[in-house]
């Protein structure tokens, strides 16, 4: 029986099970440091450009002189043309799509993942391929040694050895369909106990990013002056730091919960729902913890949840 089934067999199923094993190896390590540095030297919609939808990197002509250039200068693994593009495109990859406090935390010195979909740290993982080692070469880390991959198993393949398969979670409707095709297993929906009453309200769309912000800043203000609970949903640790900064300017008494702070994460929740309490946070919020309504709360309509920025994932 699996808790949160959705999140693990359809979100996570993408991320394969993995044995590794390896040791040092100096040249790729420097390797590492090298094409951090000549992906610093390059320019967007100059030397290459980046495709945000399937997180892809193109050289152009002058990129690719660039690396021509530099594979003559270095000599030694920079000598082969494809080996040089990778190094040099993972090393792109790492500076225009993995950003720090969104895909990524430092923690003691080392790159901690964090899941986008929950906004939980994830320190037992690493990016395969060299990623990783790109993203510690960007951030001027030690990196760490590329380990080969022994065994590997995706957990679709790994759910389907059960000969008896379930699970419970409260967003799975969505999915329906992805967990029939792929697992067999069909979902039913059971009905909550009382009548939902929470009001939905139509979204609102800016023409800037600083328009949204001022709107929501506003909002709040608005809000938070009739003493209603606020929960202020956010996609990344970026935003919801940006969020803080905009509360604080304001004289708002605020918590925030994301990666940073996921120690607290159940002792902000529960209070989430205390009369005139601001919460700003990460997709993590909420899990497994109830939100208990304060005194007068529920005369007062609530808890009232502003969401920011649209997830990928309607669940």
């Known amino acids: 029986i699996i808790d949160e089934a959705d999140s693990l067999l359809i979100d996570e199923a993408v991320t394969p099970l993995i044995i590794s094993g390896g040791g040092e190896n100096a040249a790729q390590v420097e390797a590492f440091e090298q094409a951090a540095t000549i992906a610093r030297e390059m320019q967007n919609e100059v030397h290459y450009r980046v495709n945000h939808r399937f997180r892809e990197v193109n050289f152009t002509s002058k990129g690719n002189a660039l690396l021509a250039k530099y594979g003559e200068e270095l000599g030694g693994i920079w000598t082969g043309e494809r080996r040089r593009e990778e190094l040099v495109n993972q090393a792109i990859q790492a500076k225009d799509l993995h950003t720090l406090g969104q895909q990524y935390i430092i923690d003691e010195g080392k790159i901690v993942i964090v899941d986008e979909a929950t906004g939980r740290l994830m320190p037992d993982r690493t990016w395969r391929d060299g990623m990783h080692q790109a993203v510690e070469a960007k951030e001027l880390l030690e990196i760490q040694p590329v380990k080969d991959t022994l065994a590997r198993i995706s957990f679709q393949r790994f759910f389907r050895m059960y000969r008896k398969l379930s699970g419970m ?138 969401g920011t920025e649209k997830h990928e994932s309607g669940r």
Not at 204 to 230: C, M, N
Not at 277 to 304: F, P, Q, S, W, Y
């Open 169 to 306: 979670t409260a967003t799975a409707w969505e999915a329906s369909a992805e967990l029939w095709q792929i697992y067999n297993l069909p979902v039913v929906r059971i009905p909550t106990d009382k009548p939902c009453i929470r009001k939905q309200h139509a979204d609102r769309v800016f023409t800037s990013e600083d328009a949204k912000w001022q709107a929501v800043r506003k909002y709040i203000r608005k809000v938070h002056d009739t003493g209603q609970p606020l929960l202020v949903g956010s996609r990344s640790v970026r935003v919801s730091e940006l969020l803080s900064k905009l509360l604080t300017e304001d004289g708002i008494q605020h918590q925030v919960l994301n990666a940073v702070y996921h120690k607290e994460e159940a002792e902000i929740v529960a209070k989430a729902g205390v009369k005139g309490a601001v919460t700003v946070a990460t997709n993590m919020a909420g899990r497994g913890t109830d939100i208990k309504l304060g005194e007068g709360v529920a005369e007062l309509g609530g808890l009232h949840v502003v």
